[in-house]
């Protein structure tokens, strides 16, 4: 299995950043897909996640700013992430989640595979 995160970087307040993720070495389209973020300091928490039936989970810190797709043709997840702002600062990860504990805050995070992870920035 292997995880590949690109699109990271530094963006002002406000504005947008779209993350891709690109998979291999198992079946992705019957995979549940997922993207996790860890802040400087604090845990690692969950930031959405899409089925292979395209259903989706967002947490509530970004619901109405990121959207959270996939391409089974590509193999690749993507998230696009929009109204940045510095809290939304940290090392995002592509992962196939482990749903033994849940999406919810708090919850373990927990993951059969993890990508390495792309820094995400909001600063002006």
């Known amino acids: 299995v292997q995880l590949v995160e690109s699109g990271g970087g530094l963006v002002q307040p406000g504005g947008s950043l779209r993350l891709s993720c690109a998979a291999s070495g198992f079946t992705f389209a019957k995979s549940t897909m997922s993207w996790a973020r860890q802040a400087p300091g604090k845990g690692r928490e969950w930031v959405s996640g899409?089925?292979?039936?395209?259903?989706?989970y967002y947490a509530d810190s970004v619901k109405g700013r990121f959207t959270i797709s996939r391409d089974n043709a590509k193999n690749t997840v993507y998230l696009q992430m929009n109204s940045l702002e510095p809290e939304d600062t940290a090392v995002y990860y592509c992962?196939?989640?482990?749903?033994?504990?849940?999406w919810g805050v708090g919850a373990e995070v927990l993951a059969y595979s993890w990508g390495q992870g792309t820094q995400v920035t909001v600063s002006s």
């Open positions: 992962a196939i989640p482990d749903l033994s504990t849940g």
């Open positions: 899409i089925y292979s039936d395209g259903s989706t």
